[in-house]
């Protein structure tokens, strides 16, 4: 079946600092990938969609220079998250979509 | 509006007990729907889905049918096991071709021996 990566899987970082999260397709090509933020105990967040080539196209509230996506390639798209804070601290999901949506593993992302 | 409602949680049950979570949806179209399992620590991973009205989705021993004239998706399973202790997400695409799914709250399951 296909399956997406994420990398890292968790980090932490100090507040003020950027980090980076990948997401791959490993075995299929997809035009469009979708990054969603989990707080704990709650559903998933929709925060992009991200097109390959494009511009991604942010839900409402979603800082877009804060979160900075870039979908460079049909099988990598990166979230940045920029002068990280605490309150950023969450899971982050990616999936990739083929007709349905495939997810990664997740990244947990924990700002000090 | 579109929109997803699932049953409220936390469910806990029994091992070998029956399960159903609830799921209904409002959507003026004729959307694809989902159940997603996470197990603690981890992504999301797709139980079972349907496409079109009457189809049952089936894995693992849950299942799932496709219900347009109560606009349900309720998720069950004949007798639970330990190891089925995760959280479960009712999810649906209204648009069939945009890959893109709203999801339920979630509800977590947590299946005592």
């Known amino acids: 079946g296909a399956v997406v990566s994420q990398h890292p899987s968790w980090v932490i970082c100090k507040s003020g600092t950027s980090v980076k999260i990948e997401c791959r397709s490993l075995?299929?090509?997809?035009?469009?990938m979708f990054w969603y933020r989990q707080f704990p105990k709650q559903s998933l967040m929709l925060m992009a969609t991200?097109?390959?080539?494009?511009?991604?196209?942010?839900e409402q509230g979603v800082e877009k220079d804060k979160f900075l996506i870039n979908h460079a390639s049909l099988t990598l798209s990166t979230l940045t998250v920029t002068s990280a804070h605490p309150e950023d601290s969450s899971f982050y999901i990616c999936?990739?979509?083929?007709?349905?949506?495939?997810f990664g593993p997740g990244t947990r992302l924990t700002v000090t | 509006g579109n929109s997803v409602t699932q049953m409220e949680g936390p469910v806990t049950l029994s091992e070998e007990a029956f399960l159903t979570i609830n799921c209904t949806y409002t959507?003026?179209?004729?959307?694809?729907l989902f159940w997603y399992v996470q197990y603690p620590g981890e992504g999301l991973q797709l139980l079972l889905k349907a496409t079109k009205a009457d189809d049952k989705g089936s894995n693992k021993g849950f299942e799932a049918t496709y219900r347009k004239e109560t606009t349900s998706f309720h998720l069950e399973k004949g007798s639970v096991q330990v190891s089925d202790s995760a959280v479960y997400f009712c999810?649906?695409?209204?648009?069939?071709?945009?890959?893109?799914?709203?999801f339920g709250d979630g509800t977590t399951l947590t299946v005592k021996p």
């Open positions: 999936s990739a979509s083929i007709y349905e949506q495939y």
């Open positions: 959507a003026t179209g004729y959307p694809s």
């Open positions: 075995d299929f090509q997809a035009t469009t």
């Open positions: 991200s097109n390959e080539g494009s511009k991604a196209t942010y």
């Open positions: 999810a649906v695409d209204f648009n069939t071709n945009a890959g893109k799914s709203t």
